[in-house]
């Protein structure tokens, strides 16, 4: 399975972004999908994921503004609202499929005050 983010940027706190992950590859197998970020001197955590059911899972810290959505079997989005300084990151899309995980290369988000 590969994985490609698309949509990050810098934005004002308080503002919108829409990332994207296209999937290719062998995707009938994956189980879920998800976003993760790192910030500098952090580790990896999770944010969303959903399952093949639609099923969706929120970090707290996020509950609220981000949305998690998948449109058939090769992309995921995260749509990221009320953005603040704290969510500055690089987000990675997730996928695991027979029980191994793939990730993407990242896209960096950065909110500014």
């Known amino acids: 399975v590969q994985l490609v983010e698309s949509g990050g940027g810098l934005v004002q706190a308080g503002g919108s972004l829409r990332l994207s992950c296209s999937a290719s590859?062998?995707?009938?197998?994956?189980?879920?999908m998800a976003w993760y970020h790192q910030a500098p001197g952090r580790s990896r955590e999770l944010v969303a994921i959903?399952?093949?059911?639609?099923?969706t899972t929120y970090a707290d810290f996020v509950k609220g503004r981000f949305t998690i959505s998948r449109d058939a079997l090769d992309e995921v989005h995260l749509q990221m609202n009320s953005l603040k300084p704290e969510d500055t990151a690089v987000y990675y899309c997730?996928?695991?499929?027979?029980?191994?995980?793939?990730w993407g290369q990242g896209t960096q988000v950065t909110v500014s005050t």
């Open positions: 959903i399952g093949n059911n639609g099923a």
């Open positions: 997730n996928a695991v499929s027979r029980g191994r995980w793939f």
């Open positions: 590859g062998s995707l009938f197998d994956i189980s879920t």
